[in-house]
């Protein structure tokens, strides 16, 4: 009976018995999962779950830690952790131009937006159109999304033919600022509708400077000066009311006043100052890319900086490869690309996003580093379900705590011109010389998708009252992950408002002392180094506190407690006239007749005035 009972026991055991335990190397990312933690440690979630409990933290699988914590927890876990931060990786991916004197001037980088059926297209046309050379064979092709055109005095200006403020705003959105000046087309006969303020919104959060050109003036309904008026209410200022922006009447069916469209391009280029180095590896940014029947991806990138050869290894996004060939706007096959020129490349792995910034890379190693790292970003990303580079009330509170900026971006949307107007004015009087709300765009009517865009680019929270997003822009509020808040009274918006943005204040610091010990004999111990022996002679001492040695009324050391003795116990606090033991962190300087200085320090968390 015994033995039977200790063989099933041992056979119990034997299939008890851990596995063969395997260390492994553990990539950490920024930011990872419980559940993905362990998963890569081969590990189960639970056993991870548990040792944040004896860390004293409650947690579970699908929560995220940061890097410390991750790495703790694998070495805990007897594998080895190898983090990989983005810096280390993306390092030196797009640099800025340092030297001054390699800078050479480039072309204008021109992206034309405005209300629908202004005439967008027809002025991209006539430009396009109007670049026929003499006669030569192959004017613009009508297919590229992005080409240049000559003026008169041989000076290329640079269109993006991505008419809609989606693809501006998208650019924006992935990083790229492709554009150096905005076009704003304002119908002569129409004047300024919603998507006209809205593209002015979207050009003022880019920070591009506008021209606006009043089209249409062929139609005998045209009244530009009611274009100028209007335009004033949203604080465009054109040249001829004495502002600063400057405006060209044209008719793009007509092709009238193109040319002086062009100078006034020139013109504000010339104020913006555009330089780049030729001499060096190209970056830019991909303006559109699709996949090709006979040729695999094509994408049309537009460099920004440096020259674009063949045989150059490219990296955009999460796709990379050997540019095969070069195709400009003309349908020709070109060796290379400088600065503002737009070109097709061939020679991609894969067909990459718009708005996508690119790069030159030495090798492919590099390339394929880069794009890995990329790869598992985003997948680490999408199991993030609620704490990435998500705009959500508090990751943004989080983010913007940690930077100097503290303005918070808000895009506001309500059922009525009134009370969003009393919104603005109630969000106008919060904040202080800290902090301040700042809206990138506000209106009238449901939320859309470029709403949700816009929002995106500039990292703003969107607030709704008492009107709701599309469809569309609800789906792509998910994709991008931007929150959109909900709101039917105002003072609960502004409340939310109020305690976000005092979450961004500083807290301030309060000291309050609360103990002087007075040190009467110094004791060297071996393991703990110099003890001093102490009598408390104002307050207490407690372990944990911050303390200061003072040597003639003078700080000689700030620092804290090691131990804190009674006798020979370990003890948490000590009051007055009772002796002890104390020993500082890292630091030994100790003598008779020293004060050991105790303090604590409070934090205020601020709120802003109601
Ligand atoms: P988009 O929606 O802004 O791209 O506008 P389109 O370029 O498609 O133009 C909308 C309509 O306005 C078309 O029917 C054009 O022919 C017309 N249109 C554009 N420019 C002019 C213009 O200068 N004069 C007149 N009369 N019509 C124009």
């Known amino acids: 009976m015994r033995r039977r009972q200790k063989r099933v026991l041992a056979q119990q055991r034997g299939e008890q018995k851990?596995?063969?335990?395997?260390?492994?190397?553990?990539?950490?990312?920024?930011?990872?999962?419980?559940?993905e933690l362990a998963n890569r440690m081969a590990e189960r979630a639970v056993d991870v779950v548990k040792i944040m409990m004896q860390q004293g933290q409650m947690v579970q699988p699908s929560d995220n830690i940061d890097t410390e914590m991750a790495e703790l927890i694998v070495e805990e876990m007897g594998h080895t952790a190898k983090r990989v931060s983005e810096a280390d990786v993306e390092e030196g991916f797009i640099t800025e131009e340092t030297d001054e004197n390699l800078l050479v001037t480039r072309a204008p980088i021109v992206t034309v937006m405005g209300h629908v059926d202004h005439g967008k297209t027809s002025l991209l046309d006539a430009f396009?159109?109007?670049?026929?050379?003499?006669?030569?064979?192959?004017?613009?092709?009508?297919?590229?999304?992005?080409?240049?055109?000559?003026?008169d005095d041989g000076q290329l200006i640079t269109f993006l033919d991505t008419p809609g403020h989606a693809a501006f705003t998208e650019m924006r959105a992935r990083g790229a600022n492709a554009t150096d000046i905005v076009i704003l087309v304002v119908a002569a006969d129409d004047g300024v509708m919603p998507q006209t303020i809205e593209a002015i919104n979207h050009s003022k959060a880019a920070g591009v400077p506008l021209i606006v050109a009043i089209n249409k003036m062929d139609k005998p309904s045209a009244d530009p000066s009611r274009v100028?008026?209007?335009?004033?209410?949203?604080?465009?200022?054109?040249?001829?009311?004495?502002g600063d922006i400057l405006e060209v009447e044209v008719s793009a069916l007509k092709k009238t006043g193109l040319d002086k469209l062009m100078d006034a391009i020139l013109l504000q280029a010339e104020l913006v100052d555009m330089k780049a180095n030729p001499d060096r590896q190209a970056d830019g940014v991909v303006v559109e890319a699709k996949l090709d029947r006979g040729r695999g991806p094509v994408a049309t990138m537009l460099v920004q900086n440096?020259?674009?050869?063949?045989?150059?290894?490219?990296?955009?996004?999460?796709?990379?490869?050997?540019?095969?060939?070069?195709?400009n706007d003309h349908d020709q096959n070109v060796a290379k690309a400088g600065p503002s020129m737009p070109v097709e490349i061939l020679g991609l792995s894969e067909v990459p996003l718009a708005g996508e910034p690119f790069?030159?890379?030495?090798?492919?190693?590099?390339?394929?580093?880069?794009?890995?790292?990329?790869?598992?970003?985003?997948?680490?990303?999408?199991?993030?379900?609620d704490n990435s580079g998500i705009t959500s009330l508090e990751s943004m509170m989080a983010s913007l705590k940690a930077s100097e900026m503290k303005e918070f971006n808000i895009l506001i949307k309500g059922d009525v011109q009134g009370s969003v107007e009393a919104i603005l004015g109630a969000l106008a009087k919060l904040g202080n010389d800290e902090v301040k709300a700042r809206i990138i765009h506000s209106g009238v009517g449901a939320i859309n998708e470029t709403d949700v865009q816009l929002a995106a680019a500039s990292n703003?929270?969107?607030?709704?009252?008492?009107?709701?997003?599309?469809?569309?822009?609800?789906?792509?509020?998910?994709?991008?992950?931007?929150?959109?808040?909900?709101?039917s009274i105002i003072y609960n918006l502004i409340d939310d408002v109020r305690d976000a943005m005092s979450g961004l204040l500083d807290p301030t610091l309060k000291?309050?002392?609360?103990?002087?010990a007075k040190i009467l004999e110094i004791f060297d111990i071996s393991k703990l180094g110099k003890i001093g022996g102490c009598t408390v002679t104002e307050g207490i001492v407690r372990r944990g506190s911050s303390v200061r040695l003072l040597r003639d009324d003078v700080v000689i050391h700030e620092g804290k407690l090691s131990t804190l003795k009674r006798f020979k116990d370990e003890v948490k606090e000590v009051s007055v006239g009772q002796e002890c033991g104390m020993a500082f962190e890292k630091y030994h300087d100790l003598k008779v007749n020293d004060v050991i200085e105790c303090f604590e320090i409070e934090v205020i968390e601020r709120k802003l005035e109601a």
Request: aromatic fraction near 6%; avoid cysteine.
């Open 18 to 35: 851990p596995r063969e335990k395997v260390s492994r190397e553990v990539i950490i990312p920024d930011l990872i999962t419980i559940q």
């Open 128 to 151: 396009r159109n109007a670049d026929v050379v003499d006669g030569e064979a192959g004017g613009i092709t009508q297919h590229i999304g992005a080409y240049q055109v000559s003026a």
């Open 228 to 242: 100028r008026n209007e335009l004033l209410q949203h604080e465009i200022f054109v040249e001829s009311l004495g």
């Open 306 to 327: 440096g020259t674009l050869k063949i045989g150059n290894i490219i990296v955009a996004g999460t796709t990379y490869g050997k540019v095969r060939a070069l195709i």
């Open 359 to 385: 790069a030159v890379v030495a090798t492919e190693a590099r390339a394929r580093e880069l794009v890995e790292y990329r790869i598992n970003k985003v997948r680490d990303m999408s199991s993030i379900v």
């Open 460 to 487: 703003a929270i969107i607030m709704a009252f008492n009107v709701r997003a599309n469809p569309q822009a609800k789906l792509q509020a998910e994709r991008e992950g931007n929150e959109i808040r909900y709101y």
């Open 511 to 516: 000291e309050n002392f609360i103990g002087y």
